[in-house]
């Protein structure tokens, strides 16, 4: 999904008061806009404005509403699907009310499992432009058919787009030729150095973009100009320096600006 384009002078360094008070009681991990700037946040909490909402809510300018009886536990990850749907996960066991093992959709009125749903203790989730679903991460199965790495949910039924990937997806991100961007980290046999980087997926071959020591992504997003976007703990990527956010054209890479001065893990 790309970030809206936005004007300079759209820009200021004020926070809005447009939310009321209180807002949450507890934690908010995640905040997805739909197409009607209706603002969805997901987390650990159990209240929202002056209401019972269990993990997740909806903002729509005016009030918080809950999204039926809401899940039964943390909310790690949103995304905005086809048809303004919300898919969430994290680590819950029931999303309104039915049994939904840790991942689940929202259409507006109801939550609903995915297939059999994804047993996992980490995952990724973007949306292509097609409004299809990719799940990624350390997780045993999709629809009980033993996906592991990277699955696609089509609104039906889950596939395996991506095969053979060479690490557990961390972040993913998809562009508009189809190509799939995953992030990673992993500890080289008998070693405690760790290394981070990326793959990209081009419909027949894995390719690693990046891969260094200590290169920690917690953020992958393609831009409007079709760039790859990364946000995370670092000073170089690919022997480029860049303070925490850096973006790829699809030869190099190039810092953004002064770029962050910290950084954030979600």
Known sequence: MAPPARSDDAINDHWSHAFSRPGVDGDVRRVVIDANDNVYVGGSFARAGDMAASNVAMWDGAQ?????????GDVHEMVMGRHGNLYAHGNF??????PVPGLAVWDGAAWS????????????????GNGDLYAGGTFLDADGDGFSGIAKWDGTSWSWPCPGA???????????SGNVYAS???????STLWYGGIVKWDGSTWTTIVNQQFLALYSLIIGEDSNLYVGGSFTTVGGVAAANVATWD?????????????WWMP
């Open 184 to 190: 990673y980290y992993y500890f080289p046999e008998q």
């Open 113 to 128: 499992a995915l297939g059999a749903g994804v047993d996992c203790h980490m995952v990724a989730l973007c949306v292509d």
């Open 166 to 176: 060479p690490y557990p997806a961390g972040r993913l991100a998809v562009d508009d």
């Open 64 to 72: 918080w509403t809950a999204l039926g009886a809401g899940v039964d």
């Open 250 to 262: 699809g030869t190099a890479w190039s810092p953004l600006g002064a770029g962050l001065l910290s």
């Open 93 to 98: 066991t029931h999303a309104g009310g039915k």
